[in-house]
């Protein structure tokens, strides 16, 4: 979900039995299917799939790629235009380059962003709060996601949260409508 959510924030951080922050940088790259997700985070592909959506919660598949031959079809070009392989055989890799072969290619807009995140423990749940920097363009947006296996304890963290009715939007999906 999308937004600052103060109340469900402050909730959160009094149910939490611990707290862990990190930053990390990530290039989204944005595919016309936005059921399909791509990123690289220090130097690794890993690749989405939304799976199943059941009462408003997304189900995704998740792989890290470190060799051509893992990765999705529908990826397998982009793959190669960014040369990843050369992670592989030891050669000179720079995204910055990488990205540079990837102007040209039909369908994909790489999107690079800084994540400042707060990781909780719910017991057996996850609640996340990350700021999210779009580079180059100023702009930081906030996100606020909860996971856990039990289906029905999400749905009553939802509601206690204040979060029912509230749409669910992937990172990527949010890129793609508010940067486009």
């Not at 408003?56 to 060799?67: D, N």
């Not at 990837?102 to 609640?127: F, I, N, P, S």
């Not at 580079?135 to 979060?163: C, F, P, Q």
């Amino acid at each position: 979900m999308w937004g600052k959510y103060p109340k469900a924030r402050s909730i959160i951080r009094d149910l939490a039995d611990s707290e862990t922050r990190e930053e990390v940088d990530d290039c989204y790259l944005i595919v016309d299917d936005l059921d399909f997700n791509a990123k690289i985070r220090d130097n690794r592909l890993k690749t989405k799939e939304l799976v199943s959506e059941t009462k408003g919660f997304e189900e995704w598949t998740s792989q890290t790629h470190r060799t051509s031959e893992s990765v999705p079809e529908e990826l397998e070009a982009i793959y190669a235009a960014l040369k990843m392989d050369r992670l592989r055989s030891k050669k000179r890799f720079s995204l910055e380059d990488a990205l540079k072969g990837l102007e040209d290619h039909d369908g994909v807009r790489a999107v690079q962003v800084t994540k400042r995140r707060r990781r909780y423990k719910l017991g057996e749940m996850k609640a996340e709060v990350t700021d999210v920097e779009v580079h180059n363009t100023g702009e930081v947006a906030r996100t606020l996601s909860i996971e856990g296996a039990n289906l029905r304890d999400l749905v009553k963290l939802r509601k206690t949260l204040g979060l029912k009715g509230e749409s669910n939007t992937a990172v990527h999906q949010y890129i793609d409508e508010e940067f486009n």
